[in-house]
Protein backbone atom coordinates (compact mmCIF):
# COMPACT_ATOMS: atom_id res chain seq x y z
CA UNK A 1 0.00 0.00 0.00
CA UNK A 2 2.81 1.99 1.07
CA UNK A 3 3.01 2.45 -3.27
CA UNK A 4 -0.13 3.49 -3.78
CA UNK A 5 -1.76 6.48 -4.26
CA UNK A 6 -4.20 6.29 -1.37
CA UNK A 7 -1.10 6.08 1.25
CA UNK A 8 0.37 9.06 -0.66
CA UNK A 9 -2.90 11.08 0.05
CA UNK A 10 -2.82 9.71 3.52
CA UNK A 11 0.45 11.07 4.20
CA UNK A 12 -0.39 14.17 3.12
CA UNK A 13 -3.64 14.66 5.27
CA UNK A 14 -1.42 13.10 8.32
CA UNK A 15 1.45 15.93 7.58
CA UNK A 16 -1.11 18.87 7.38
CA UNK A 17 -2.23 17.66 11.35
CA UNK A 18 1.26 17.44 12.28
CA UNK A 19 2.52 13.78 12.21
CA UNK A 20 4.08 11.24 9.98
CA UNK A 21 2.71 7.68 9.15
CA UNK A 22 5.54 5.40 9.80
CA UNK A 23 3.98 2.01 10.00
CA UNK A 24 0.33 0.71 8.57
CA UNK A 25 -0.27 -1.85 10.98
CA UNK A 26 -3.97 -3.73 10.55
CA UNK A 27 -6.02 -5.92 12.89
CA UNK A 28 -8.89 -7.89 10.75
CA UNK A 29 -11.62 -8.68 13.07
CA UNK A 30 -14.96 -10.13 12.54
CA UNK A 31 -18.61 -11.24 14.20
CA UNK A 32 -18.78 -12.70 18.06
CA UNK A 33 -22.21 -13.05 19.32
CA UNK A 34 -24.87 -15.33 21.20
CA UNK A 35 -28.32 -15.52 19.09
CA UNK A 36 -27.05 -16.53 15.44
CA UNK A 37 -24.77 -16.64 13.13
CA UNK A 38 -23.89 -13.64 10.88
CA UNK A 39 -23.20 -14.21 7.09
CA UNK A 40 -25.27 -11.75 4.94
CA UNK A 41 -26.61 -8.27 5.68
CA UNK A 42 -29.87 -9.55 6.09
CA UNK A 43 -28.57 -11.77 9.05
CA UNK A 44 -28.19 -8.99 11.65
CA UNK A 45 -32.04 -8.16 11.23
CA UNK A 46 -33.18 -7.56 15.11
CA UNK A 47 -29.60 -7.61 16.76
CA UNK A 48 -28.15 -5.62 19.27
CA UNK A 49 -24.37 -5.23 18.25
CA UNK A 50 -21.75 -3.01 19.76
CA UNK A 51 -19.66 -1.29 17.37
CA UNK A 52 -16.23 1.00 18.12
CA UNK A 53 -16.20 2.56 14.52
CA UNK A 54 -19.60 4.75 13.97
CA UNK A 55 -19.51 4.27 10.09
CA UNK A 56 -19.71 0.87 10.55
CA UNK A 57 -22.75 1.41 12.68
CA UNK A 58 -24.76 3.37 10.14
CA UNK A 59 -24.18 -0.01 7.41
CA UNK A 60 -25.36 -2.19 10.40
CA UNK A 61 -28.55 -0.10 11.19
CA UNK A 62 -28.85 -0.06 7.61
CA UNK A 63 -29.49 -3.87 7.89
CA UNK A 64 -31.90 -3.59 10.53
CA UNK A 65 -29.17 -4.11 13.57
CA UNK A 66 -29.61 -2.34 16.93
CA UNK A 67 -26.33 -0.45 17.30
CA UNK A 68 -24.45 0.31 20.89
CA UNK A 69 -20.98 1.42 21.87
CA UNK A 70 -19.49 0.65 25.10
CA UNK A 71 -15.98 0.83 26.60
CA UNK A 72 -14.13 -2.91 25.59
CA UNK A 73 -13.98 -4.10 29.09
CA UNK A 74 -17.88 -4.29 29.16
CA UNK A 75 -18.52 -6.28 26.24
CA UNK A 76 -18.25 -9.41 28.25
CA UNK A 77 -20.60 -8.34 31.08
CA UNK A 78 -23.07 -7.10 28.41
CA UNK A 79 -22.97 -10.33 26.72
CA UNK A 80 -23.47 -12.23 30.05
CA UNK A 81 -26.39 -10.03 31.14
CA UNK A 82 -28.28 -10.68 27.26
CA UNK A 83 -28.00 -6.99 27.01
CA UNK A 84 -26.13 -7.84 24.09
CA UNK A 85 -26.35 -10.16 21.20
CA UNK A 86 -23.20 -9.34 19.18
CA UNK A 87 -20.31 -7.77 18.87
CA UNK A 88 -17.77 -6.98 15.99
CA UNK A 89 -13.84 -6.29 16.52
CA UNK A 90 -10.45 -7.78 16.34
CA UNK A 91 -9.38 -10.61 16.64
CA UNK A 92 -7.21 -9.61 19.68
CA UNK A 93 -9.88 -8.09 21.31
CA UNK A 94 -11.92 -11.51 21.01
CA UNK A 95 -8.94 -13.51 22.86
CA UNK A 96 -7.78 -11.17 25.30
CA UNK A 97 -11.19 -10.30 26.70
CA UNK A 98 -12.11 -14.05 26.60
CA UNK A 99 -15.41 -12.69 24.62
CA UNK A 100 -15.58 -15.95 23.10
CA UNK A 101 -16.31 -17.95 26.56
CA UNK A 102 -19.99 -16.56 26.39
CA UNK A 103 -20.15 -16.65 22.22
CA UNK A 104 -21.71 -19.27 20.65
CA UNK A 105 -21.22 -17.85 16.86
CA UNK A 106 -18.32 -17.09 15.32
CA UNK A 107 -17.98 -14.83 11.72
CA UNK A 108 -14.34 -14.77 10.90
CA UNK A 109 -11.30 -15.33 8.80
CA UNK A 110 -10.73 -13.48 5.09
CA UNK A 111 -12.44 -11.83 3.54
CA UNK A 112 -13.75 -9.55 6.23
CA UNK A 113 -15.72 -6.73 6.25
CA UNK A 114 -13.94 -5.04 9.81
CA UNK A 115 -10.29 -4.20 9.78
CA UNK A 116 -8.91 -2.26 12.47
CA UNK A 117 -6.28 0.11 11.54
CA UNK A 118 -3.60 1.13 14.40
CA UNK A 119 -0.92 2.88 12.24
CA UNK A 120 2.75 3.76 14.19
CA UNK A 121 3.55 7.72 13.64
CA UNK A 122 5.74 10.34 14.95
CA UNK A 123 5.80 14.08 15.05
CA UNK A 124 6.31 15.71 12.39
CA UNK A 125 8.50 18.10 14.22
CA UNK A 126 10.36 15.59 15.75
CA UNK A 127 10.83 13.78 11.84
CA UNK A 128 12.05 17.16 10.58
CA UNK A 129 14.80 17.22 13.38
CA UNK A 130 16.07 14.03 12.32
CA UNK A 131 19.01 13.60 9.71
CA UNK A 132 18.33 11.93 6.73
CA UNK A 133 20.47 9.00 7.84
CA UNK A 134 18.32 8.71 10.95
CA UNK A 135 15.13 9.09 9.16
CA UNK A 136 15.94 6.29 6.83
CA UNK A 137 16.57 3.75 9.48
CA UNK A 138 13.05 4.89 10.70
CA UNK A 139 11.43 3.90 7.43
CA UNK A 140 13.89 0.76 7.04
CA UNK A 141 12.63 -0.14 10.54
CA UNK A 142 8.79 0.63 9.83
CA UNK A 143 9.39 -1.48 6.72
CA UNK A 144 10.40 -4.63 8.97
CA UNK A 145 7.26 -4.15 11.50
CA UNK A 146 4.51 -3.97 8.72
CA UNK A 147 6.24 -7.00 7.11
CA UNK A 148 6.26 -8.80 10.65
CA UNK A 149 2.71 -7.67 11.65
CA UNK A 150 1.42 -8.33 8.75
CA UNK A 151 2.65 -12.17 9.07
CA UNK A 152 1.72 -12.40 13.11
CA UNK A 153 -2.18 -10.90 11.66
CA UNK A 154 -2.28 -14.49 9.65
CA UNK A 155 -0.99 -16.59 13.06
CA UNK A 156 -3.61 -14.29 15.26
CA UNK A 157 -6.35 -15.54 12.67
CA UNK A 158 -4.95 -19.71 12.74
CA UNK A 159 -5.01 -19.13 16.64
CA UNK A 160 -8.47 -17.18 17.36
CA UNK A 161 -10.29 -20.05 15.04
CA UNK A 162 -8.51 -22.58 16.65
CA UNK A 163 -9.13 -21.02 20.37
CA UNK A 164 -13.04 -20.04 19.27
CA UNK A 165 -13.67 -23.57 17.94
CA UNK A 166 -12.31 -25.64 20.42
CA UNK A 167 -14.48 -23.51 23.10
CA UNK A 168 -17.03 -24.74 21.37
CA UNK A 169 -17.97 -21.96 19.01
CA UNK A 170 -19.55 -22.30 15.48
CA UNK A 171 -17.16 -20.55 13.08
CA UNK A 172 -18.28 -19.37 9.84
CA UNK A 173 -16.04 -17.87 7.06
CA UNK A 174 -17.91 -14.98 4.96
CA UNK A 175 -18.55 -16.12 1.34
CA UNK A 176 -18.00 -14.38 -1.67
CA UNK A 177 -21.41 -13.41 -2.38
CA UNK A 178 -21.83 -12.47 1.56
CA UNK A 179 -18.86 -10.56 1.31
CA UNK A 180 -20.23 -8.72 -1.88
CA UNK A 181 -24.10 -8.06 0.06
CA UNK A 182 -22.13 -6.22 2.76
CA UNK A 183 -20.10 -4.39 0.25
CA UNK A 184 -22.90 -3.23 -1.77
CA UNK A 185 -24.36 -2.42 1.50
CA UNK A 186 -21.30 -0.15 2.96
CA UNK A 187 -21.70 1.62 -0.41
CA UNK A 188 -25.25 2.37 -0.36
CA UNK A 189 -24.71 3.82 3.50
CA UNK A 190 -21.22 4.12 5.01
CA UNK A 191 -19.48 5.13 2.14
CA UNK A 192 -22.08 7.71 1.01
CA UNK A 193 -21.84 9.28 4.26
CA UNK A 194 -18.30 9.56 4.66
CA UNK A 195 -18.34 11.62 1.43
CA UNK A 196 -20.19 13.90 3.04
CA UNK A 197 -17.61 14.61 5.96
CA UNK A 198 -15.87 17.12 3.21
CA UNK A 199 -13.91 17.34 -0.06
CA UNK A 200 -10.79 15.70 1.01
CA UNK A 201 -12.56 12.71 2.46
CA UNK A 202 -14.41 11.92 -0.94
CA UNK A 203 -11.53 12.34 -2.52
CA UNK A 204 -9.80 9.70 -0.02
CA UNK A 205 -12.75 7.13 -0.61
CA UNK A 206 -12.25 7.50 -4.49
CA UNK A 207 -8.95 7.21 -4.58
CA UNK A 208 -9.05 4.35 -2.34
CA UNK A 209 -11.52 2.24 -4.15
CA UNK A 210 -9.76 3.10 -7.37
CA UNK A 211 -6.61 1.54 -5.62
CA UNK A 212 -8.72 -1.44 -5.27
CA UNK A 213 -9.55 -1.78 -8.58
CA UNK A 214 -6.05 -1.31 -10.14
CA UNK A 215 -5.13 -4.22 -7.70
CA UNK A 216 -8.06 -6.54 -8.83
CA UNK A 217 -7.24 -5.46 -13.25
CA UNK A 218 -3.77 -6.80 -12.04
CA UNK A 219 -4.48 -9.94 -10.40
CA UNK A 220 -6.65 -11.13 -13.30
Request: no cysteine; net charge negative.
Amino acid sequence: MKSSAIYLMLQSLAEDNGFKILALLWNPGGFLGKQREISGPASVQGLRIRVSEPLFGVMLKDAGASVTTMPSNEILGALQSDALDSVVTTYETMLSLKIYEVAKFATIGSPSVFMGFSPLVISLATWQMLTPEQQAIFEEAAAVADRYYESEQLNVERRTIATLRKAGVSVHRMTKEEYLAWLQTAQQTAWMEYAKVNPRARELLVTLVRTFLDDVAEVK
